[in-house]
């Protein structure tokens, strides 16, 4: 039979199907088949079965090749044969103006989705010995389309396949670099929160001497001529304690964010420690944990302007250990 572009009239009568469009429909159907390891006897397929010594013949499409066997699924059909191939199989593909000369072929052309029309004889397995292969190279054509565009979606699903290791090695890496971080900052607060439960503890073994207030002009952390004044009296009035500390917070009133009054609250703080240790010589291993608490705390009412003024303040608290009872110089 020659492989010629005839054309073939649709079920509906509607029109002319030109063959290279059956031969790609087959050859996608190859694709779709079961591998060669696979049985090929049983429902919904069947095997072809060829009787040894006498004539035969097959036609479709090439579905799998090991070696030198191959399986052949019949044209609209599910009969599968067993083709087998030997040295002294031709294998040819028409040519010439009218297809009527025959070309011969290499055999390594015959791949899955391949058209083949196939001649030979009954072999001892069932199978048919294979002497004459022909295909069409519009047949060829489509194989190897389907071919390559088959292996280039293998290589993008392998492709995704390492992106996607990539993207959970990065994401494990990201975890275990945030949870060293967190372990890290879950130490430093353990840390912290020891330093400040001794501190506290520390605290327990003192008793209030002098405590004194001081207060701030609105937005500002200038300490003020009275302001000064009161510090220098609780000097004055601290003077020949021993085993002393001094406790400073700063506050401010409610007015502006609360951000903003976090860090005026300890730019006061600063200002009056920095006077302490700059005019009075207080040593700062004395000035224990200094701190703004920003808006926290008002001891007035910031609803009216006498309420925020009181608001806007540092505390200082001199402190002395209940167990020195001796009284000398620092």
């Known amino acids: ?5 005839r054309k073939e009239k649709r079920p509906d009568g509607s029109g002319a199907v030109p063959i290279r469009f059956r031969f790609v429909a087959l050859a996608m159907l190859a694709l779709a088949a079961p591998s060669f390891a696979q049985d090929i006897s049983g429902p919904p397929q069947t095997k072809a079965t060829y009787t040894q010594g006498e004539k035969g013949k097959g036609y479709g499409a090439i579905i799998s090749r090991r070696g030198d ?12 044969s067993l083709v087998t191939l030997t040295a ?3 294998i040819e593909s028409p040519s010439g103006l009218l297809n009527v000369d025959r070309k011969h072929q290499d055999m390594s052309l015959l791949v899955p989705g391949l058209f083949v029309k196939v001649r030979g004889a009954g072999g001892s397995r069932g199978n048919l010995v294979a002497e ?7 047949a060829l054509k489509v194989a190897n389309q389907i071919s390559a565009g088959e292996v280039d979606i293998r290589r993008q699903v392998d492709a995704n396949t390492d992106s996607i290791a990539i993207a959970k090695k990065r994401a494990r890496d990201s975890l275990n670099a945030f949870s060293a971080r967190a ?6 607060a353990r840390d912290s929160l020891a330093a400040v439960n001794t501190r506290m503890a520390d605290l327990d073994n003192y008793d209030v001497k002098y405590n004194g207030t001081v207060n701030f002009a609105s937005g500002s952390a200038t300490l003020t001529s009275e302001a000064k004044q009161q510090l220098d009296v609780l000097v004055e009035n601290g003077k020949g304690l021993t085993g002393f500390i001094v406790e400073v917070v700063g506050y401010t009133d409610d007015k502006g964010s609360a951000a903003f009054n976090q860090r005026l609250s300890e ?36 609803d009216n302007s006498s309420g925020r003024a ?21």
Do not use: C
């Open 183 to 188: 372990r890290e900052a879950m130490d430093r």
């Open 88 to 90: 002294d199989t031709k």
């Open 1 to 5: 039979m020659q492989y010629t572009t």
């Open 132 to 138: 004459r292969i022909s295909f069409h190279k519009t």
């Open 310 to 330: 009181e608001n806007r303040r540092v505390e200082v608290k001199v402190l002395v250990n209940r167990g020195l009872q001796q009284v000398d110089k620092p």
């Open 69 to 80: 066997d191959m399986i052949v699924r019949r044209e609209n059909s599910n009969e599968l």
């Open 267 to 302: 730019r006061r703080t600063e200002a009056v420690v920095s006077y302490l240790a700059e005019h009075h010589g207080v040593p700062l291993r004395r000035i224990v944990n200094p701190t703004g608490f920003g808006e926290t705390h008002p001891v007035a009412s910031n």
